[in-house]
Every structure is written in C-alpha cells, then in structure tokens.
C-alpha cells in the first residue's frame, strides 16, 4: 500500500525520460540539418528542453525508488514551477492570439491580414526580428507555386483561388492597391493606384521581393504563429493536467519517504 505511490511515480519518470531520449536526438538532429536561418534557432531551445526533462526524470526516478528524500523534494519544488510556467504562458497564449484575423474580400477566395489588427506584444517581436524571419519565409518558398502559375491563370481564376495567410500576405500586393493583374506575381500599378496603403510602394515584380516587406506579409506570419499558438495553449492543458497528477502521485511518495525514514529512525 505505502509502496504504489513510489513505484507508480517510477513509472512515470521511466516514461518521461524515455520521452525525452527523442527529445534531445530531434534537437541535435536540427542542429545538424539547419542551414537556413529557419531552423537555426530552434534547435537550442529544443535540446535545453530534453536535457531538463531527462534530469528531472532521473531525480524523480532515484528519488522515488532509492527514497532520497531531499532530491524528491527538489523535484516537487522543480514540477510546482514547471506546473506554475505553464499555466501562465497557456494563459498568455490565449491573450496574445485573442485578436485579429483575416478579412474576407469580397468576390475573393482568399482573405487579406492587416498587422494592426494584431496584438501588440506579437507585432513588437516580429518588426524587431523581421530581418531573420523574412529571409526566413524567402528560403521557405512559400510563393512559388504562385510565381510558376505565370500569365496561364485568367484574372478571375486567381480571384477565386484560395491561399495561405503568407500567401497572402507576402506573394501578392494589397487589394486595395488596385494593380492590374499580369499574373499572381506580376503586377502593374495604374494611374488610378492612389492608396494610403504603404504597402502598395513596397511591392515589387522581383520574385526574390514581391511582398517580403510588407506589412501584410507580417500580419500573414502572426495569422500563422496565431493559429499554431491555440493548438500549443490546447496542448498545454493536457499536459498540464498531467504533471498534476505526476505531482499529486510524487506528493504520496514525499510523504511515505518521510514516513518511512522516521521508522528507521525510531525502531
Ligand atoms: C511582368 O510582366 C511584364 C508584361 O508581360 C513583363 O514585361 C515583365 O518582364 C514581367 N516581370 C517579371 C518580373 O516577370
């Protein structure tokens, strides 16, 4: 009876530390791979997130079944952060990618993104880092199968094709720029092109510039980030509730540890 809580709780560290084996693999793996500014910076973050996991994993591991009570201490003190740190960012999360959204054009399939829309916190960190995630969104060639349709595509079947938020975004200028159309990625401005929109001036044919400055095309990135955030916060939850129980079973195994070294002490 004393013992499922510890045994259970070894288990569970067993799980996780062969989770994180793949963790850290998948983190070197990138490091290897990464030759564009993409995946360059995810890999560390990565790696550092495996390499905690599995040290907590052998603490909870050792401390559970060898019954050291102060390293199972340390790490109930290390899971009620990590309980804590998730449940904050879940909920920042949820704030951050509450706002904006694509507008719907009409007599368009695709929508069109504006950075303003957005919130503030995500447009500060992407102007601030444009450089890097535009050459970024450039090597991913996100436009290129607009820019191979060339003049074969009719104006209105353009229209009526559905795109990407970055599509979007980066591959073609704004509606309201009123260009006319040659093809997808070619467009020439008209005398009648009179809008405040400064992403108008920013377009260029060049297929290596199209949109890539505009502000659209950051709007189509944090559409982007937004959506994959909400899958994360969802995922969180999940774990979340986990680590609560891991925690509640290595609260158990606290107590018995405790329970147990005082019998040793008083015979
Ligand atoms: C865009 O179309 C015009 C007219 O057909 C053509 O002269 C020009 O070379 C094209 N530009 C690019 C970058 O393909």
Same mark, same amino acid.
């Given at each position: 009876?004393?013992?499922? &809580? !510890? ?5 569970? !560290? /067993? ?17 290897? %791979? *990464? ?12 790696? *550092? ?8 994993? /052998? ?15 340390? +790490? ?16 920042? @999360? ?23 829309? +957005? $919130? !503030? ?23 290129? &199968?607009?820019?191979? %349709? ?10 009526? %094709?559905?795109?990407? *938020?970055? %599509? $979007? ?11 006319? +159309? ?12 009179? $809008? ?7 377009? &260029? ?13 950051? @709007? ?12 994360? @916060? ?24 405790? *329970? ?5 002490? +008083?015979?």
């Amino acid at each position: 009876m004393v013992r499922v &809580s !510890n045994n259970l709780l070894g288990i569970l !560290n /067993i799980l996780t530390f062969l989770i994180s084996i793949p963790i850290i693999g998948g983190g070197i793996w990138l490091s290897r %791979q *990464a030759n564009t500014e993409c995946e360059r910076f995810l890999d560390k973050p990565v790696i *550092a997130l495996g390499v905690f996991i599995m040290l907590l994993s /052998i603490a909870g591991l050792v401390g559970a079944c060898c019954r050291v009570t102060w390293l199972l201490w340390i +790490y109930l003190f290390v899971m009620f952060l990590l309980i804590l740190l998730l449940f904050c960012f879940t909920i920042f @999360a949820f704030v951050v990618t509450n706002k904006g959204a694509g507008e719907a054009i009409s007599g368009k399939g695709y929508k069109e993104y504006r950075l303003g829309d +957005y $919130s !503030n916190w995500l447009q500060k960190r992407v102007n601030g880092n444009w450089r890097r995630i535009r050459s970024c969104i450039q090597d991913s060639k996100v436009c290129k &199968s607009l820019i191979d %349709q060339g003049s074969e595509t009719p104006v209105q079947s353009f229209y009526n %094709q559905h795109l990407s *938020a970055l %599509q $979007s975004g980066c591959c073609k200028p704004s509606d309201d720029c009123k260009f006319s +159309y040659v093809s997808p990625t070619n467009w020439t401005s008209t005398s009648t092109s009179s $809008s405040t929109n400064s992403d108008c001036s920013r377009w &260029s044919n060049e297929p290596n510039i199209l949109c890539y400055n505009c502000e659209s095309c950051k @709007a189509g990135l944090i559409d982007n980030v937004k959506s994959d955030w909400k899958k994360v @916060a969802i995922i969180n939850i999940i774990f979340i509730v986990f680590l609560i129980i891991v925690y509640t079973v290595g609260c158990c195994a606290f107590r018995n540890n405790r *329970a147990d070294n005082s019998w040793k002490r +008083y015979p």
